[in-house]
């Protein structure tokens, strides 16, 4: 069974152009979570959805940042303008309903020059 | 204000003894804990959790230990193998809930 896939892997891009980080979750799972990690913060929970509902986006840094789930296999983080700041790996994580483990993706690293 | 915190920034054992990794916590409302294991280039990876109305969980060489009146938990693994180098992330979440919060990372050397 195929864990939470990313992509890209990587990204660099320049300040001011806008990025979108792409997450497909484990089939099955029903929450969809987006972490962010920096040397700074570590790791920091972003938004989740619940059944491609955002639940709570607390997290989300400032208005550039915006994350959508159009469904139960798809979601992104797209972040307009890019500021060299945003430079960090961006996790996607999913997990089944009820108390139990979330799944995490193999991470963009995100650098903007 | 850090909810979870791990001290040791790194942790260098040799290979066979037990390696113990510990994280504080402040928020008395978590009642579920989590162990994750990264390794570089990679997401982190479930290796442990306890809840609250547990002091101990065990699962082969890796047990986690709950101190509620300390805030206070812990990763044991024994016996520590080569493999075992990686960052650990403690985590602690409300009502078993969806929210995790992290602790900032132990990264543990196992010297062959």
């Known amino acids: 069974d195929a864990g939470v896939i990313q992509s890209p892997r990587h990204e660099v891009t320049e300040m001011g152009q806008e990025v979108t980080l792409r997450c497909k979750p484990i089939?099955?799972?029903?929450?969809l979570f987006w972490y962010r990690q920096t040397m700074m913060r570590g790791l920091e929970l972003l938004i989740y959805f619940n059944n491609n509902v955002p639940i709570d986006d607390s997290g989300m840094p400032e208005d550039r940042f915006s994350a959508k789930m159009p469904n139960a296999s798809f979601s992104t983080l797209k972040i307009q303008p890019s500021e060299p700041r945003d430079s960090a790996v961006y996790f996607c994580a999913s997990r089944r309903a009820g108390p139990y483990t979330q799944y995490f993706g193999p991470g963009t690293r995100l650098t903007v020059l | 204000d850090q909810q979870v915190k791990q001290n040791s920034p790194s942790l260098s054992v040799q290979e066979g003894r037990i390696s113990i990794l510990n994280c504080d916590y402040t928020n008395s409302m978590f009642d579920y804990f989590l162990w994750y294991k990264k390794y570089p280039a990679e997401g982190p990876t479930f290796l442990i959790s306890?809840?609250?109305?547990?002091d101990k969980n065990e699962d082969g060489r890796f047990t986690v230990f709950l101190n509620k009146s300390a805030k206070h938990l812990s990763l044991h693994i024994v016996p520590s193998q080569p493999g075992d180098s990686a960052v650990y992330f403690c985590a602690a979440s409300v009502n078993a809930g969806n929210m995790l919060t992290f602790g900032g990372g132990t990264r543990l050397m196992v010297k062959p």
């Open positions: 306890i809840s609250s109305i547990k």
């Open positions: 089939s099955g799972h029903n929450s």
